[in-house]
């Protein structure tokens, strides 16, 4: 066993724990589709028997007690009863399929129904800091595409595997009842089918999984692609992407074809060893039917169950490819719902908080790696009815300020208090309820207006909804759009950058909260737009904790108090007329802009 094997099947008892909540209220229809598929195995492994007996009992009248007993102890008179029952059992085999498809399908349907819906409101709680650490491409072929072979794995696989494994072996039985002799020339294949069995699931493992990976890599190649079409077009960069791109097909296709020829050479020659077998069992069966030894039922019945058992020879091997990669899937599936313990960290045992009326930083240092600082001794406080501006170059820390506020970071060192008391102590679900933030990409879903500024479950009457799209200079939507009844595609289109700022205002407005977050929110406005942000900021300041991250300081200036950054540190703190005053960094800053 290779050291990979050893991990896999040491996780599978791990995964089957992490899995067994999904699976356990469906359980009894999988144990129904098991004995079902016992039901089928039995029906399948009749008909060549009833073929038997239908030959040497009625048509070549070879047997010597064909009619006596002649299946399960009931006696046939005449040909016309037997195809009757031939016809009911065919009948039964049908209806017992029928059930098992049923049943497996609408248990493995339901787990996948449960389990994807778990995945995504799961991972809607997760860390922001989660986010930041794994691309979005690979989390999303996590909620599509391992999914999806799970779901494989519960309809196709398991059952089927199980299925096969049984089959065989009945049939392995049932040819040593009808001719032990015959059998043996049967069991001399059994190496070389295992050799070659064993040769190819190796080969097709390994490109297998070079296309799951591969086609990883092209979803996010597209995705990154599509997402940022305009930089792509207008930087010229198009030619380096396509080629990075068509190495990435050219990889997959190399895999995808390595998989191809090795199925093009493995099911021939399972094939061919099935033609040899029945080749070498006519020439011995026939021997043994001139000598009497065997009736040409028992021969033809021996050859059907020959057939019956080179299929799933065929299937078996394949299936377990797709059983590990389901595996795979399951465990990158646990890893990301075994986040859970985070999420729950940010309520469990913390007092609820109603209102936010004061906030300070007390020397806080901050680092995203640990080793990395990023913020710097930070202290400033913030009471309800005033404002902080924060300004800085890039990279000064700003964000990150913003970041240990909403609680998505915690602090290494130094307090963060909120009414006085230590953040950590206080729901960060209520901090989060009673902060709003406005973010420099304007973040809208589709839908229409209405349901960006207030969910459904949570709706605004007629009445308060025009107050607040009026208190957010949304005027725009009732004189271009269809009011708040607007419907908005992908990214908030067809609304401009501005007109998206607005709603997303509106939105502040309408969960009416404490703190208020503007972060760059004008820095993409012309100014005209910029105007109409402007005024909805003021309005929705008013009485509440602002802070305000800009990269212009006529954003700023009104604001009680600035801090400025740099490189992670508080350079520069006071009023505008103060900073103004004390003719330092700010100052510097202020002349550079007016120029
Ligand atoms: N998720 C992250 N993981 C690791 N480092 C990060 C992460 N986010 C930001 N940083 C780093 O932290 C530092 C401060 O980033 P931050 O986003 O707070 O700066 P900023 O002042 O808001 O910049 P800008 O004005 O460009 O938005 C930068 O050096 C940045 O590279």
């Known amino acids: 066993m290779t050291r990979e094997e050893k991990e896999i099947r040491l996780a599978d008892l791990v995964l089957a724990k992490a899995m067994w909540p999904y699976i356990r209220p469906y359980a009894w229809m999988l144990a129904v589709s098991t004995l079902l598929v016992f039901a089928g195995i039995f029906f399948e492994l009749s008909i060549p028997l009833l073929i038997q007996k239908g030959l040497d009992g009625f048509i070549l009248q070879s047997g010597q007690n064909s009619k006596d007993a002649l299946f399960l102890g009931l006696h046939m008179e005449d040909f016309r009863s037997f195809g009757l029952f031939f016809c009911l059992m065919i009948l039964a085999a049908f209806v017992i399929d029928f059930g098992q498809t049923l049943f497996l399908e609408y248990s493995g349907q339901k787990i996948i129904l449960n389990l994807r819906w778990e995945l995504f409101s799961h991972m809607t709680g997760l860390p922001v800091a989660y986010y930041d650490k794994n691309a979005s491409g690979r989390l999303v072929a996590r909620v599509a595409g391992d999914i999806e072979n799970m779901n494989e794995m519960f309809t196709s696989v398991l059952v089927f595997i199980f299925k096969d494994l049984v089959l065989m072996a009945a049939i392995f039985v049932m040819l040593a009842r009808l001719n032990a002799g015959l059998a043996f020339y049967l069991f001399g294949l059994v190496p070389v089918i295992l050799v070659s069995v064993t040769g190819f699931s190796r080969h097709v493992r390994s490109a297998f999984r070079t296309i799951r990976q591969k086609i990883g890599e092209i979803n996010h190649s597209f995705s990154e692609g599509i997402s940022g079409i305009r930089a ?155 404002s902080i501006g924060i300004v800085g170059q890039t990279g000064s820390g700003k964000t990150s300020i913003i970041n240990l506020v909403t609680g998505f970071y915690r602090p290494d060192a130094g307090l963060i208090r909120i009414n006085g008391q230590p953040q950590e102590s206080i729901n960060t679900m209520d901090i989060r309820r009673k902060t709003a933030l406005v973010m420099q990409d304007p973040i809208l879903f589709s839908g229409t ?101 800009a990269h212009r300081l006529s954003t700023i200036r009104h604001c009680d108090r600035i801090l400025l950054l740099r490189v992670g540190r508080i350079r520069e703190q006071g009023s505008h007329p103060e900073l103004v005053r004390a003719k330092g960094e700010y100052y510097h800053l202020l002349e550079k802009e007016t120029l």
Request: charged share 25%; with cysteine.
């Open 232 to 386: 792509i077009q207008t930087t010229g960069s198009a030619a380096t992407f396509i080629k990075r791109f068509r190495d990435l097909n050219a990889t997959h296709y190399d895999a995808a074809m390595r998989q191809i020829k090795t199925f093009a050479v493995f099911m021939p020659f399972i094939g061919l060893l099935g033609i040899v077998s029945t080749a070498i069992i006519l020439w011995a069966g026939g021997l043994k039917v001139t000598a009497h030894e065997m009736t040409i039922g028992e021969l033809v019945a021996f050859l059907t169950y020959m057939k019956l058992f080179f299929r799933p020879l065929r299937e078996l091997s394949e299936k377990f490819n797709l059983l590990q990669n389901a595996l795979a899937s399951a465990e990158r599936i646990t890893t990301v719902l075994e986040q859970k313990k985070d999420r729950q960290r940010l309520t469990r045992k913390r007092v609820r908080m109603d209102a936010i009326h004061h906030l300070a930083f007390d020397h806080v240092h901050f680092s995203y790696d640990t080793e990395t600082p990023v913020l710097k001794d930070i202290c400033f406080s913030l009471e309800k009815g005033s």
């Open 449 to 549: 207006v209405k349901d960006n500024i207030c969910p459904p479950e949570n709706p605004l009457d007629g009445l308060a909804l025009k107050k607040v799209l009026e208190q957010a200079n949304c005027g725009f939507l009732y004189d271009k759009f269809d009011g708040p009844d607007t419907v908005l595609r992908e990214g908030g289109r067809p609304l401009s950058a501005g007109e998206k700022q607005l709603i997303c205002i509106a939105r502040a407005f309408a969960c009416n909260p404490d703190l208020i977050i503007f972060d760059e929110a004008t820095s993409y406005m012309d100014s005209g737009s910029e105007q109409a942000v402007h005024e909805a900021m003021n309005r929705l300041m008013k009485g509440r904790l602002s802070i305000i991250i």
